[in-house]
């Protein structure tokens, strides 16, 4: 293939302010880096935490954004011959991956939890020289970037959930270490994270799936992953009326286990008011730094645990691909893509998903 001087990128110059159609270079390609153009990519809840601003984490601007992208290799650096799972690599191979860890600090190496890397390197906050964000023609992809190949026969819909979502669902459903069989789950959101976690939860032997969120597209979808029950928190506004419902559903002591996926930070004090005693509270959805009013008894009072995960490493990646591949005749996974829009249309894309429009809306590069 071709590999191109420059390309097409959409540059955030500075936060809060449109997105701008720059072109810029293609760099060279190092040992061990690949080339992709990018196929899709998806538009994330985070991305409006990070367009304005809210996020954690908040590098210098301008940068390329875009952290959920599926690429198709163009070059092979020197030495990069395979893929996480041993995979051979060819130019043409469609891939995803996660961010780049370092393998050899405290957190990778002793701690052996490399989403906690000291020295990790992220996708989507680089300046735009670096090529570093899916919002673009082609992206760059550093020698230290673990990849995995995606694999034939699942659709760019299909796996686009797993370069963000439905990744970070797996590795904290890894920390749960499973799900009680046949325990009542709540879940809180029906963006794709809350989705994904439904999913899950059915697939892991839940008893019931009850999701709590909004809006009506979104839970539907739910319904048609696996939920047994919706409550949607446009029509049941209190937090009181939908513990009223969900304690009916679960012989009024509440779900065994709740999973956080709004976003939403009050939504963690309901979480842990609604959860039975005994029970276990994954949180997964929080990203930005707001601060909420909560009473840590309860805590103690009810003898719970509580649960926290971010991040995900190229395992968890995998793990995801091969569940979509065994499942993807059991549920309509490419529905997660509400709309595609492109890259020119990007702020129109980020508008939509902030208006709650879209499920996933994503930047789709495949027939320009
Ligand atoms: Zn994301
Ligand atoms: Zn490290």
Redesign the pocket.
């Known amino acids: 293939m071709t590999i191109p001087k420059t390309c097409k990128a959409a540059v955030l110059p500075d936060y809060g302010k449109p997105l701008e159609i720059r072109e810029v270079a293609v760099p060279a390609i190092e040992d061990g880096a690949i080339l992709v153009k990018v196929e899709m990519a998806?538009i994330?809840?985070?991305?409006l935490h990070i367009w304005h601003g809210r996020m954690g984490i908040k590098a210098p601007t301008p940068y390329i954004m875009g952290?959920?992208t599926i690429g198709r290799i163009v070059a092979l650096g020197r030495g990069r011959v395979h893929d996480a799972a041993g995979e051979p690599l060819r130019e043409g191979d469609r891939i995803l991956w996660a961010h780049a860890d370092c393998y050899d600090c405290y957190y990778c190496e002793i701690a052996r939890k490399p989403m906690l890397c000291e020295h990790r390197i992220g996708y989507g906050m680089a300046p735009p020289e670096k090529l570093m964000g899916g919002f673009a023609e082609y992206e760059y992809v550093i020698p230290r970037t673990k990849v995995v190949k995606i694999p034939d026969g699942i659709s760019e819909e299909e796996s686009i959930g797993v370069?963000?979502?439905f990744r970070?669902v797996v590795a904290a459903f890894e920390k749960l270490n499973g799900v009680g069989l046949a325990d009542a789950t709540v879940i809180q959101g029906a963006g794709?994270v809350g989705l994904y976690a439904a999913l899950l939860a059915k697939e892991s032997g839940a008893g019931q799936v009850i999701v709590v969120g909004a809006p009506a597209g979104r839970l539907a979808l739910a319904k048609r992953w696996g939920a047994d029950h919706i409550i949607n928190i446009d029509e049941v506004k209190e937090h009181a009326a939908r513990k009223e419902l969900i304690y009916a559903l679960t012989n009024g002591r509440g779900p065994e286990l709740v999973i956080e996926c709004s976003g939403f930070a009050p939504a963690f004090a309901e979480g842990v008011d609604l959860v039975q005693k005994g029970g276990r509270y994954l949180v997964v959805g929080q990203t930005s730094p707001a601060e909420i009013p909560f009473t840590p008894y309860s805590l103690v009072q009810k003898n719970m645990q509580i649960i926290g995960s971010g991040g995900a490493v190229i395992h968890h990646f995998y793990k995801a691909l091969q569940f979509i591949k065994s499942r993807k005749d059991k549920y309509p996974l490419g529905d997660i893509v509400s709309r595609t829009y492109a890259l020119e249309e990007i702020n129109e894309a980020l508008t939509d998903m902030q208006a709650g429009r879209e499920i996933k809306p994503a930047i789709d590069n495949r027939a320009r």
């Open positions: 998806g994330c809840g985070s991305d952290h959920e370069a963000c979502a970070s794709p």
